[in-house]
C-alpha cells in the first residue's frame, strides 16, 4: 500500500459501517470525487462486534439502508450475522471505493481542505464526514475501589456469549436493551443480578424498532415545525421485549436492583451495608462518541463532543459527523434512522464544494 496520497479528493469518509455506507450511497450519485477509511478487517462495522446471540428488535424491511432492502429472515428479527451479511452484500452491490483496515488517527487543516492521517499515511480532500460511531469507546462508570477486585469485568463490547459465566456470580450493570439481553442469556447459566440505575422501562410487548423510529419520526418533524409533541412517546433506549427479553420475564429474573455503593476484593457492597460476592462484573453501560481521531481540530468539547448545526460541525465547516446517535440526528445510530441524515449531509456537501468552485 503506498505510504502517501497528494492527489485532492472530494469527499473522504471515516468509517465503513451502517453510517459511512448509507452517506457514499448519496455520494455516490453527486458526481463527487469520495474514498471510504474503514478501521475494520472486513464489513459490518460496529455488527463485527457484537455477541453471538445479539438481534435487532425491528423487522429486516424497517432495519435497511437506503437503496437496496435488507432481505428478510423466515422468522422473527434478523441476527448478528444476518446484518453482517447484508452490509457485505450491500458494499459489493454498489462497488463504492473503499480501503480497509485503516485506523485513521488524525485530521489536519490544509489550504482548500483537511488532510487525513493513517500513521504513515495520508489522504486530502475539501470535505471529510466522521462516521465512526461509538463500538470502539465503551464507557464504564467509575466506583470507588474498582481497581481492588479480584474478579472478572467486561463492557458489553466484549462480550461474546454466556458459557464462559456458568456457574458463576455475575453482576449485569446497564439498564438497556443490551444489558436486559445479556441478562436473559446470563441468567439461564450463571446466578445472576441485574444492577440499574432506575427502574428499567419496558415497552409493550408489541413495540418495536419500527414504532420506535416512527416515534422518533414524529419528534423529528415536531422540531423542523416548532411545535411540542403533547403525548409520551418511547425512547430508543427503553427496553423492547424481543422473546429473549420476554422469556426471561416469564423465568421471574427481569427484575433489577439499585446500583452498590463500592468494590471489595470479592465483591461490592450495597447502600444497606451489605456485601456480595462476585465472579464477574458485565458493564452494559454504553458508548461515548469514537472521535479520538477529531482531537487535533480541538473540537471536542468538555462532553466529549463536536459542536454541530445538523450534522456539520460548527467550528470546522469542511467537516460533518454522521451516525452518532440523537446530537448528529433522531435516530442517527439505527440502521434505518440513518438514512435522513445521510442524504442532508450528501446535499450540504455537494452544495458547499459548488459554492466554493463559484
Not at 466484549?158 to 459465566?165: G, I, K, L
Amino acid at each position: 500500500m503506498k505510504a502517501k496520497s497528494k492527489t485532492l479528493l472530494d469527499v473522504i469518509i471515516i468509517g465503513g459501517g451502517q453510517a459511512g455506507l448509507a452517506t457514499a450511497y448519496f455520494l455516490r450519485r453527486t458526481g463527487l470525487s469520495y474514498l471510504i477509511l474503514d478501521a475494520e478487517d472486513g464489513p459490518g462495522g460496529a455488527w463485527r462486534h457484537g455477541w453471538n446471540s445479539l438481534r435487532l428488535f425491528s423487522p429486516a424491511t424497517w432495519s435497511s439502508i437506503a437503496g437496496w432492502m435488507m432481505p428478510p429472515v423466515a422468522d422473527g428479527y434478523p441476527a448478528r450475522d444476518h446484518v453482517i451479511d447484508y452490509l457485505s452484500r450491500y458494499e459489493e452491490r454498489y462497488q463504492f471505493p473503499l480501503q480497509r483496515p485503516v485506523r485513521v488517527t488524525a485530521i489536519e487543516r490544509i489550504e482548500g481542505g483537511l488532510r487525513v492521517r493513517a500513521g504513515q499515511q495520508h489522504w486530502q480532500a475539501r470535505a471529510v464526514v466522521s462516521t465512526t460511531g461509538t463500538w470502539s469507546n465503551p464507557y464504564i462508570p467509575v466506583y470507588p475501589d474498582a481497581e481492588s477486585f479480584q474478579g472478572q469485568q467486561l463492557h458489553s463490547a466484549h462480550y461474546v456469549e454466556a458459557q464462559p459465566f456458568a456457574g458463576k456470580r455475575v453482576l449485569v450493570v446497564g439498564g438497556g436493551n443490551s444489558g436486559a439481553q445479556i441478562l436473559a442469556e446470563v441468567s439461564k447459566v450463571a446466578d445472576s443480578t441485574w444492577v440499574t440505575a432506575t427502574e428499567p422501562l419496558f415497552l409493550p410487548d408489541d413495540v418495536d424498532g419500527r414504532v420506535l423510529f416512527e416515534r422518533a419520526t414524529e419528534r423529528w418533524k415536531a422540531q423542523q415545525e416548532g411545535r411540542a409533541i403533547d403525548k409520551p412517546v418511547g425512547g430508543l433506549g427503553d427496553v423492547v421485549m424481543v422473546p429473549p427479553v420476554v422469556e426471561a420475564r416469564e423465568r421471574g429474573v427481569l427484575h433489577a436492583v439499585r446500583p452498590f455503593t463500592h468494590f471489595t476484593r470479592n465483591g461490592v457492597v450495597w447502600p444497606d451495608g451489605s456485601e456480595t460476592e462476585v465472579d464477574a462484573v458485565i458493564w452494559c453501560t454504553g458508548f461515548r462518541p469514537a472521535l479520538g481521531h477529531l482531537a487535533s481540530l480541538g473540537l471536542i468539547n468538555d462532553e466529549g463532543r463536536v459542536e454541530v448545526q445538523g450534522t456539520r460541525a460548527t467550528h470546522e465547516p469542511r467537516l460533518w459527523l454522521v451516525g452518532y446517535g440523537e446530537w448528529t440526528g433522531l435516530a442517527s445510530a439505527t440502521l434505518i434512522g440513518v438514512t435522513r441524515n445521510a442524504r442532508s449531509t450528501t446535499t450540504e456537501i455537494a452544495q458547499f464544494l459548488a459554492d466554493k468552485e463559484n
